[in-house]
């Protein structure tokens, strides 16, 4: 794609939906909207110890790389939405990122955009990548989530580490089916080449967690 590598560049909402998930650290309690809470809603299997246990490898370990999936929405009104969705999470946005503008032939801030996402798809902007450090889920922080704009998806890289708890872990599955919903396909995969340690591990794990909450 002749993008910087992400090691690289990494260096450099809650918006209105039926289902809304409240986490504890050994089940989840679904609130199907006007209709209270469950604590134990109906085929509720993926517990945030479980998603842990089950996904943790693709997360607790910093070995210096930056896995990744990708959101593919080839669809530039869903793509749109998906970005302005992801982008409501965070209060600072994406701070003094800078992005290659087509048009003017210039490095210019992503700020400097209502919505990033619709100018590179309609490429009068290049892909980009930058760095979400304040998302919030359930208004609580998960650790930096690097964004790379395409045309047709959005990828969501993280550095490995310990900051990767239970609770963030089972945070940023929640944030990825908020984002994923939105595209017609439904389709996350896996990045390449520098996808989840574990891909197949990883990829098996979010089914169980989408499905058990659509």
Not at 38 to 60: H, K, Q, R, W
Not at 178 to 191: A, P
């Amino acid at each position: 794609r002749g993008a910087t590598p992400r090691a690289a560049a990494f260096a450099t909402l809650t918006p209105p939906h039926a289902t809304t998930l409240i986490l504890t650290h050994h089940t989840c309690l679904v609130e199907i909207q006007g209709s209270g809470f469950l604590s134990e809603p109906p085929n509720i299997g993926m517990t945030a110890d479980a998603l842990y246990a089950a996904v943790s490898e693709n997360f607790i370990e910093n070995d210096g790389s930056l896995p990744g999936v990708e959101i593919i929405c080839p669809d530039v009104e869903s793509l749109s939405l998906l970005y302005r969705t992801l982008r409501d999470h965070s209060a600072a946005g994406e701070g003094d990122a800078e992005c290659w503008s087509v048009e003017d032939e210039c490095q210019r801030l992503v700020r400097d955009y209502s919505n990033i996402a619709a100018e590179v798809a309609s490429g009068r902007v290049n892909a980009c990548h930058f760095v979400f450090d304040d998302l919030r889920v359930e208004e609580e922080l998960i650790p930096g989530i690097g964004v790379f704009v395409w045309r047709d998806r959005i990828g969501l890289d993280w550095r490995m580490g310990p900051a990767w708890t239970v609770d963030e872990i089972f945070r940023f599955f929640v944030l990825l089916n908020r984002l994923v919903v939105l595209c017609v396909d439904n389709r996350l995969v896996s990045e390449e080449p520098e996808g989840p340690p574990d891909p197949a591990g990883f990829m098996n794990s979010w089914k169980a967690f989408s499905d058990q909450i659509r």
